[in-house]
């Protein structure tokens, strides 16, 4: 059974920061493409950042320069660290899995998400 938990979110000012963690389980971390997606309330889901499995990191143009994703493969976990934060980037935040369980099925796999609030 594969779990993704995340954890970080909260309440911040804008020009704040926060870090999330999403810490996985059931699936081949290393060899997995993990992502962060988030939905803003009468949004559509969007793609903020992903890391591959080699280690290749690309970002939304409406956090570059201000997100960082990040993995601890010892860990099984991924991280976005978010600076400078807006008001626009309030949202619920997903982590994904895009991998292989160790039961070898292939999937795509969401956490539960963990909501981001920015506001004074």
């Known amino acids: 059974q594969v779990q993704l938990v995340e954890s970080g979110g909260g309440l911040v000012q804008p020009g704040g920061s926060l870090r999330l963690s999403c810490a996985a389980s059931g699936i081949i971390f290393g060899l997995s493409t993990m992502s962060w997606y988030r939905r803003a309330p009468g949004k559509q889901r969007e793609l903020v950042a992903t890391?591959?499995?080699?280690?290749?990191?690309d970002y939304a143009n409406s956090v570059k320069g201000r997100f960082t994703i990040s993995r601890d493969i010892f860990k099984s976990t991924v991280y976005l660290q978010m600076n400078s934060l807006k008001p626009e980037d309030t949202a619920v935040y997903y982590c994904?899995?895009?991998?292989?369980?160790?039961?070898?099925?292939?999937?795509?796999?969401w956490g539960q998400g963990t909501q981001v609030t920015v506001s004074s």
């Open positions: 994904t899995a895009d991998g292989t369980t160790r039961t070898g099925t292939r999937g795509d796999f």
């Open positions: 890391i591959t499995s080699g280690g290749g990191v």
